[in-house]
């Protein structure tokens, strides 16, 4: 079994390595540019591979098909000499027919209690090079299109090629030098490729600036309408940011805010934050943003030991109150959130709603500060921070897991003189649309 699968893996290798320099030449031009611009139309880029992508895939003629290991996995010989390797009891779990999946919902039927983990095929077919026709020992039959099995190769380069597709996880990194991406409000809400560029851009730079706005509340509801929904809080469905008195928040306060993302304090903080300035101070209250990701792998490469103990500490938050309603939240939260292979998924950091209840040994408690501090003074280095200041009109759109951000203080008068409106929207809403929009985009082209 094993001397069969390790001569379809070096095949595959060899497939592989002849590949390789042809994506690297591709792809190289993405890899050497440092810096974002709008005139690249990253929507263009996106739809651009995947319209190619589409085409690549409608054209995969088999070439033939065999059960291999004493058919534990069906083999598929393409026409351009590569090969994918198929379990067997994937292709159980995953037939297609109308009585194991439900079209209309694109959703399995078949009980995972009925699915012998075991099962072998009776009989293997290619048909007309277009599809794999299959016969389980129960005479249950299953067909499997060429450009469906393509589309879920198990190669390592294929297996990341439909995770990119599916997740958009390539990032603009920037520091002070970010080169603010700016589209128009009204193109937004009523043109679906400028949507998608708007959401495409937030995705991989983190930030957008829409411009010419009406200036009134109420003008975040359409953003939440054109992605699908916003996300209600205690706060309520958007919150008024301006000087009040008794705030229950230090944001509707005239001090300076230091770098912080919002609500920690939530075990599923909201992915998306929106703030539509609608009045501005004239002196003082400029905003500031920093690329939490960016610095976070600065970090790492600078203090790895201080980096371990972030993302390994669980730190408590609290927030308690009334707005929309009374309120008493409370949450465990590690200050750099990562996955299993070190890549940085969330940052979690509000310095005013990190409890004093600190849920660690007392001989950690003074290697925990230090480590927080050493970040934290890299987070406001020249070098990593972009300082703005909003005009009315002007929305700013940015992501509130990957981005830190923060305010100067202005001076109180007697009337309010800055209001920003804010609200919050969940990644798997944002995520949603944009997936949505390339589907609608490609078909027009």
Known sequence: MWKTIAKYLLRTKLHQDYLHPLLQAQNGKHILEKHFSL?????????????????SRGSAPIQKVEALDKNQFVCVHWEDGSESLYPSVWLRDNCQCPDCF???????KLPLENLDVNIEPKDVTLMEQKKVYIIWPDNHTSEFEAEWLKKRCFSEQARAKIQEELFLSERQYWGSDLQLPTM??????YCDKSAYKWLATLKKVGIVLLTGAPIRQGELLKLGQRIGFLRLTFYGPTWQVQDKVDANNVAYTTGKLSFHTDYPVLQYPPGIQFLHCIKQTPTGG?????????????FKERNPQAFQILTSTPVDFTDTGTDYCDFSVQSKQRILDIDDK???????FNNATRDTILDIPAQKVKPFYSALKDFVNLLNSVE??????MKPGEIVVF?????????????????????LEGAYADWDVVMSRLRILQKNILKRM
Do not use: C
Not at 102 to 108: C, D, N, P, V
């Open 286 to 298: 400029e905003s500031e943003v920093v690329d939490g990701f960016h610095v976070a792998n600065k």
């Open 384 to 389: 990593n921070k972009f300082t703005y200041k």
């Open 102 to 108: 439900l079209h209309s919902a694109k959703a399995r």
């Open 399 to 419: 992501d509130n897991w990957r981005l830190l951000h923060g305010r100067q203080s202005y001076q109180a008068g007697t009337e309010i003189s800055r209001h």
């Open 342 to 348: 070190g890549q940085m998924v969330r940052i979690n």
């Open 39 to 55: 005139s690249r139309r990253p929507w263009q880029h996106s739809t651009g591979a995947a319209q190619a992508v589409q085409i």
């Open 184 to 189: 128009t409000f009204e193109e937004v809400l």
